[in-house]
């Protein structure tokens, strides 16, 4: 069975066809969830409530890269999180200072901006050196970043996912990538193994 | 270095030329700026290393599957109560903007007064015996029944005209006939000028001997009381508005308890009737309307947390 057909039968509520819609698309609604939001379990739920949403509201897809549209419910399920989290901010726990036994009142002690040395895992490195500039991105930056260049959608999915013109992904896509070319580059130290493969990707 | 020699849509190009989306245009336009700008060519190297990069982020392996169950999307079922809440509070709000409507539009208040007339109507229907002790500068209507004249000491022999000058006039010549409507006779000493009167004329000499001046001033002053004026003998004359008298000889220079006349104390407590009634009318509209909105605001408030 097509996907066409899934979904028609989806439509038509067919639940079985829609959680077949769901294991094929779940790793990637997942993966946007938790670049968006950086933490698996606010991911996790983001997830699950992108997809009882897009079962709730299938009447209104009209068509298209279904893929774009479950990223497009996705990303608004982002987008609320992401507000909720602004309106009600959690204060981190803050750290004593060892010398005067006071607290820090800073909580820039959470940001690691310097990658630990000690961690030998290149990989988990580049995770780290990933997951920290793209946190460092507005919210609209990331989503469409994330989209086209971890994810491989092309630009019209990503416009239909996000509902903004052609133009805007453009020039937030090139400017996302321009702040994470310069973030990256404080990481070439720790993951000269994926700058070598970037070289080798310019020269080919 | 480079960021700063390119501009944002140079950088705009380069990206989605890397990407191949740009029209053949565009494509050749960059294509000519590659090969003679080694900016542009270090620029969109660094836009392709990053990408490389990008697409080598691990991809996370999903905690669980996210299948649905029946359970998941069965339809919120709304409490019947949240529309009832909505209906109500539209209908709360209309009755509060008639309130409103009852006192700001004139054909509105017309009916909604008409218990506030009934009550001033009330008030002038007050026994005119108390109307005198209200206010001396209260002159009733010309059309008014018949008020009645308190005489000093007992009847006349004959009408006395003219006693206390032009009753309320202010500025009459004091010939006015004690019995003509409107008429206010005072007291007996043109001095005294109770009725405002410039001058009275004494037309026929009068039959009864005047009281002494000193036992005037504290009965105006205290203004005659309902048992007082029961006792003094009284004539029915054409004519309206409040006829000063004395009191009978026996009751001159005392002092009376000031009591207030039943009639008297009823009108009072009417006269702040019509003036509260809007008031509250005010009050009601205002607090439907704090209703109105509360259940409005609590019934979407509740439908949202529900389907949440």
Redesign the interface.
Known sequence: MDEAELIHQATQGN?DA??RL??TY??M???LA?RMLND?AAA?DA??TA??SA??NLRAYRGGSFRAWVMRMVTNTCYDELRRRHRRPTVPLEPVNVEDEEEIENPSWLADDSPSPEDQVE?KE??KA?SHCIQGLPEDFRAV?VM???Q?L??AEVSDAMGKPLGTI??R???A??R???C?AGFREL?PS??R???E??SS | MI?GQLS?KD??L???YM?G?LNPRDKARVEARLSARPEFQEAL????????????????????????R?A??QPVKTPRWIPTMQWSSAAVALVAVFLFASQLVPGFRGLATTTSEKAVDSEMGAPEVAQPAQSLAAVPAADQATPEVIYWGGPPAQQANGLGGMGGGGGGDGSVDCGSPGAMCGGADPKLEVGGGAESVLTTPMPFPQPPIPNMLPDLQTQPTEPARSAIAAEPVTGSGPILGVRPDADQGAVLPETIAPAESSAVSDEAEPRSTGQLLLIAASVLLALAAGLMIAAILLKRKLLR
């Open positions: 639940l829609f959680n769901v294991l779940q790793e609604a997942f993966n938790f698996d996790e997830t699950q997809f009882i079962y709730r990989s580049l995770e990933i970043v086209v260049d971890v491989g092309d630009y453009k020039s896509l090139a400017r990538r321009g994470l070319r310069d990256l993951i994926f700058f493969l970037g070289e990707v310019i | 960021k944002s950088w705009e380069l990206s989605s990407d989306e190297d660094g836009l392709r290393r990053t990408k490389a990069i990008l697409r080598k982020a691990p991809i996370r392996k999903v905690p669980r599957n996210f299948t649905l029946a998941d999307v």
